[in-house]
């Protein structure tokens, strides 16, 4: 089956920049995800980015997608404890005619002041 | 406000009960999607609905039920043969069009076990 792949876990110190590797398995991928999940509440969508594109930029967040070694990056600026969250990579699977995303295990970022 | 509601928060079962969570939208989208997520397993596909009475399995549909009777309601019933229900349940929905997956989700129901 498809496998998103994430690191589980990472720590920064507060203004530092975080970084968030995912790899994934669908080379059709039309778009690709990262959603965050604070504790004991659903996913919010941050960023996705177009699979034609290299590079997003929003605000603090930057996107990066290689296509060829199928992987994703979440760069994130400034790094404030508030950031303290779990971060999911997703990617969209085409099965029988419906799309769907898959997501990864999550990565934990813990952000120390 | 536009969004997704679950409920309850927290739900109990018992022994051989079946339990029913609730997935209300009013987003006007057109699919709907049940996820469970347990710990250091990341989120799990049970079932999804494209349109109104149509849903399709995902990977862990054994033990689950859904039906789409309206468009802005999903229910999922965990049923007894569910043997480990135990877990965070995420109710999310889209536009559902293919290319744009952007999914939107609810609060979450925590299941456990008594």
């Known amino acids: 089956g498809e496998d998103v792949e994430q690191s589980l876990f990472l720590s920064v110190r507060e203004g530092d920049s975080s970084v968030i590797n995912c790899t994934y398995t669908?080379?059709?991928?039309?778009?690709l995800y990262w959603y965050k999940q604070e504790p004991g509440a659903g996913l919010q969508l941050l960023t996705y980015?177009?699979?034609?594109?290299d590079m997003k930029q929003d605000q603090r967040l930057t996107v990066l997608l290689n296509k060829k070694d199928k992987h994703l990056s979440l760069r994130i600026a400034d790094t404030q404890t508030g950031d303290s969250a779990i971060y999911f990579c997703?990617?969209?699977?085409?099965?029988?005619?419906?799309?769907?995303?898959?997501f990864g295990k999550g990565t934990m970022l813990l952000v120390s002041p | 406000d536009g969004g997704i509601t679950q409920s309850p928060k927290y739900l109990f079962r018992k022994e051989g009960q079946n339990v029913t969570l609730s997935c209300e939208q009013n987003?006007?989208?057109?699919?709907m999607y049940w996820y469970r997520q347990d710990p250091g397993q990341g989120l799990r596909l049970i079932y999804y609905?494209?349109?109104?009475?149509?849903?399709q399995k995902g990977d862990i549909a054994e033990g689950y039920s859904v039906s789409r009777e309206k468009k802005e309601s999903f229910p999922l019933t965990v049923t007894s043969a569910q043997k480990n229900p135990t877990a965070f349940y995420l109710c999310?929905?889209?536009?559902?069009?293919?290319?744009?997956?952007?999914?939107?989700f609810g609060s979450g129901t925590q299941l456990s076990v008594l």
């Open positions: 999310a929905s889209s536009i559902g069009d293919r290319g744009d997956e952007k999914l939107f």
């Open positions: 669908d080379s059709s991928s039309t778009y």
């Open positions: 980015i177009f699979s034609n594109m």
């Open positions: 997703a990617e969209s699977i085409n099965d029988s005619g419906y799309s769907t995303l898959t």
């Open positions: 987003l006007n989208h057109d699919a």
């Open positions: 609905s494209q349109i109104v009475n149509d849903f």
